[in-house]
């Protein structure tokens, strides 16, 4: 019985120790971008400067600080057990020395090792280490049966089931953590990095200072109580984590559906923009580029990266009334009639109007209704002046005239960009916003080669 129960504890030892590092190795993976010879170097340093690595050497490292500092002052720590022989195991000094290096030493040994190796996430690196690190911790219980009279069986029974616990832990922190940390970083989501380090950062420390003082103070029936907390924090401590990359997932899973509407939103007002556009023989991509300018000339006085999208969207649908001016006084080769022009100033009313059904963006009819006012208020439709005129209308009706006449005509060329900046600077202030304009000439002043035409 005692051989098989050797045999046992060794097997389970073990495999315990090859489930780990695979594990371990295939969490690091996750955060790296390797394949081929870099992955089996990664591999190497990974083991290395892993969990257990590390944790031999901090204990190495503790034994030697600790045996200098009794042979130097034998009362610094723990006067009443000075042991005079290297059975390191006897104090607690010991156990925090050891317990702090392993922190330290995983901490920053991950995370050197994920800035030279040029992870995706160094963060995520440190937190593979020190979840790792607390598993292991965790995993380091010291139930055995002979809290029960030593009994053979009990023995066997309880190695059995701590060798059964940890490998269960070690499968749910893969499972439930791990994989939902790859698809957090497959998608590449901005996440709160702290949320990863903090918590499995100040467990570490923690546990290694409580757990291993515990373990020396307490014996029989306080250590079982003990072993078996543990057992219930390391699966809290999964569940935590389990939770909260499943909500970050979520969260990414909304931010993309609220992306995908937005991108058929714009889709949609283009569409829109270029049905308008079909309309008329000479101004095709008109309307594209009167967005265009705009949030150019937006971006150019300031407006906020929300105001400028908005006087783009606003651009694309300006001329949406046009649908209801008939297609023969759109394409008019003669000049029009009077009658007919009323026709076609009728287009910003119904602009609006149309525009206006769409609830969710009430400003998108601004555009439309306003772009033919004029600064001295002698425009259509409601003759409003200066700043009664809404600024994005402001704006569009400058970009709406800069694509007139630098698009060709039937009956001329675009004009040259010296015609353009006269044109613009004769109507400031009459027809035009002088802040708009200055706006403009500046963007033609850099667009030296003349590429902002048709
Ligand atoms: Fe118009």
New binding site residues.
């Given amino acids: 019985m005692e051989s098989l129960n050797t045999v046992i504890k060794y097997v389970s030892a073990i495999v315990g120790f090859i489930v780990f590092v695979q594990m371990f190795y295939l969490s690091i993976l996750k955060c790296f971008r390797k394949d081929g010879r870099g992955k089996i170097r990664l591999f190497f340093l990974c083991f290395f400067t892993g969990p257990l690595f590390v944790n031999a050497f901090s204990q190495f490292i503790a034994g030697i600080i600790y045996l200098f500092v009794q042979i130097n002052n034998a009362s610094f720590w723990e006067s009443s057990i000075a042991t005079q022989t290297l059975m390191m195991n006897e104090s607690v000094g010991y156990y925090v020395l050891s317990g702090l290096i392993f922190f330290l030493n995983s901490f920053i040994a991950s995370w050197i090792l994920s800035r030279k190796l040029k992870a995706k996430y160094p963060s995520l690196v440190v937190f593979v280490y020190l979840m790792s690190d607390v598993l292991l911790l965790l995993s380091m219980r010291t139930i055995d049966g002979s809290l029960f009279g030593n009994s053979e069986l009990a023995v066997l029974l309880f190695s059995l089931a701590d060798f059964l616990i940890s490998m269960l832990s070690y499968g749910l922190f893969y499972f439930l953590v791990i994989r939902g940390l790859s698809s957090l970083t497959d998608r590449e989501l901005a996440t709160e990095r702290r949320v990863f380090i903090l918590p499995p950062a100040l467990f570490v420390l923690l546990y290694a200072t409580v757990c291993f003082s515990l373990f020396y103070y307490l014996d029989g029936a306080a250590v079982l109580c003990l072993s078996g907390s543990t057992i219930l924090i390391e699966f809290l401590f999964i569940w935590a984590f389990y939770i909260i990359i499943r909500n970050i997932n979520a969260t990414g899973d909304a931010l993309e559906a609220k992306e995908e509407v937005k991108a058929l939103s714009v889709e949609v007002m283009e569409a829109l923009a270029h049905t308008i556009d079909a309309k008329d023989e000479y101004t095709k991509g008109h309307s594209v580029r009167v967005a265009a300018y705009s949030r150019m000339l937006a971006e150019r006085m300031g407006l906020s990266a929300d105001e400028c999208e908005n006087v783009y969207y606003m651009g694309l649908l300006?001329?949406i009334?046009?649908i209801g001016v008939p297609n023969e006084i759109i394409n008019s080769p003669t000049k029009l009639t009077e009658e007919e022009f009323s026709v076609v100033k009728m287009?910003?009313g119904l602009g609006f109007d149309i525009l206006s059904e769409i609830k969710s963006r009430p400003d998108l009819a601004i555009g439309a209704r306003w772009?033919?006012e004029r600064f001295d208020g002698s425009g259509y439709p409601d003759g409003r002046a200066g700043e009664e005129i809404p600024l994005p209308a402001r704006i569009i009706s400058v970009a709406?005239s800069y694509d007139a006449m630098t698009s060709n005509r039937s009956y001329r060329k675009y004009l040259s960009q010296e015609k353009v900046k006269e044109e613009l600077k004769k109507n400031e202030g009459t027809q035009f916003d002088p802040g708009v304009v200055s706006a403009m000439l500046k963007i033609m002043e850099e667009d030296s080669e003349y590429s902002l035409h048709e």
């Fill in positions: 300006h001329d009334g046009k287009h910003p772009h033919h709406d």
